[in-house]
């Protein structure tokens, strides 16, 4: 069974930077693509950023230049540093693991992290 857990979530002014932490067990890491996805109040969840096995990186275009993400295959372990956070980056950060067991697709997710920019 895959598990995925979220942390690094807070509360920070705008302009200010957040690292969000997502690890993952249950599957081969290295061959897994990750995602970070958020979810504002009142809004359907949207993609953010991702990585996948072979280091393959892209962005929705509102966070480009100022989120990286990143994977550490030795941890298990996806991060999103966030800087020059803005309100409308206030939302429910979720981590999403997609990965090949034994031939079977699988696509998990976290429990989410909240994030809230605000002054």
């Known amino acids: 069974q895959v598990q995925v857990v979220e942390s690094g979530g807070g509360l920070v002014q705008p302009g200010g930077s957040l690292r969000l932490s997502c690890t993952v067990s249950?599957?081969?890491?290295?061959?897994?693509?990750l995602s970070w996805y958020r979810r504002a109040v009142g809004k359907q969840r949207e993609f953010v950023a991702m990585?996948?096995?072979?280091?393959?990186?892209d962005y929705t275009e509102s966070v480009r230049g100022r989120f990286t993400i990143s994977r550490d295959n030795e941890k298990s372990a996806v991060y999103l540093q966030m800087n020059s956070l803005k309100p409308e980056d206030t939302a429910v950060y979720y981590c999403n693991v997609v990965s090949v067991i034994s031939g079977k697709l699988n696509n998990d997710w976290g429990q989410g992290t909240q994030v809230t920019v605000s002054s």
């Open positions: 990585i996948t096995g072979n280091g393959h990186i």
């Open positions: 249950g599957t081969n890491f290295r061959t897994t693509s």
